[in-house]
């Protein structure tokens, strides 16, 4: 709104700055701690991923995750946290027992599905006929980047079309570099087709002619190519023994703050672990 402020707490929302400050403050709050008091304590394995504010915590004892999950809102909260109660759950993410019989392996049709860093990790069927953890663009980072093409082509329609197009091709390689992955080219050609069908809505609004017939938008598409989806890139686990893990935890976690758009509101973890016997128990909420 044009206001300087200046406040004492939080970070910028999605300023550049921000995942270094939530690395360099989470390090302590939660990397530290995980190795030193947290995986000592637990009966079987454990394992912690973080980019940023996102991370993911993966357990082979169940009860060793549930009781990291009751310990969390304790140690966070030491350091002026709080964890979201609705964003934090505990999603099942064993790998399907059995043989699997080939079929379309539609995410949400297997045990757990949790999002992370904009894509949803499930469990599908590879070309084998075997289970794999699959990622394919998150629902609703989709349609948030569908919106915002559409809102890009509404408002800078009257621009040349050489200019439009040099814009709307930046925008597709970066998607197509982020998202770019396998077994997610059904999202990606989606993606791209919104940018094609807001690009001639917008096109077509420019005046109160007639709209822009799909012949002559395609005639107008074979000067003005935009890019196709080339190969992707293929993420496969290093660790077998953690693809097999089997429930998932995510939570959101704020950071007061003393003026708008300057807390901390992030994703922040997804927790995943298997059924295993637990022999021994250990006491975290003690050292928290």
């Known amino acids: 709104d044009g206001n300087l402020s200046v406040p004492s707490a939080g970070s910028p929302q999605g300023g550049v700055i921000s995942p270094v400050l939530a690395n360099v403050y989470l390090h302590y709050v939660l990397d530290d701690w995980f190795e030193r008091e947290v995986k000592p304590r637990l009966v079987g394995r454990a394992f912690l991923i973080q980019y940023a504010d996102d991370f993911v915590m993966g357990f082979t004892c169940e009860a060793d995750a549930r009781r990291v999950l009751d310990v969390l809102p304790k140690r966070f ?6 964890i979201h109660p609705e964003k934090t759950r505990l999603v099942p993410f064993r790998r399907p027992s059995g043989r699997p019989v080939r079929t379309d392996s539609a995410v949400g049709t297997q045990p757990g599905t949790f999002d992370l860093l904009g894509f949803t990790h499930y469990w599908g069927l590879s070309r084998n006929g075997n289970w794999v953890v699959k990622r394919q663009t998150a629902a609703s980072r989709l349609r948030r980047a569908i919106r915002t093409i559409a809102q890009w082509c509404r408002i800078h329609r009257h ?15 970066g998607h197509f570099a982020y998202y770019g992955i396998t077994c997610n080219a059904a999202a990606l050609h989606a993606y791209r087709d919104a940018v094609v069908r807001s690009w001639r809505k917008w096109l077509s609004r420019r005046s109160r002619r007639a709209d822009l017939a799909w012949p002559n938008f395609n005639r107008l598409l074979a000067h003005y190519a935009l890019p196709l989806l080339a190969a992707v890139r293929a993420l ?22 003393q003026s708008r758009g300057n807390g901390i509101g992030q994703s922040l973890s997804k927790l995943r672990c298997s059924r295993v016997p637990c022999r021994r128990r250990h006491r975290l909420d003690q050292r928290h």
Not at 159 to 173: A, D, F, M, Y
Not at 236 to 257: I, L, Y
């Open 77 to 82: 909260g030491k350091y002026g946290l709080t």
């Open 236 to 257: 496969r686990f290093t660790d077998r023994r953690n693809a097999s893990s089997s429930a998932s935890v995510s939570a959101r976690f704020t950071q007061p703050s």
């Open 159 to 173: 621009e040349p079309i050489g200019e439009q197009h040099q814009t709307l091709s930046r925008k597709l390689r």
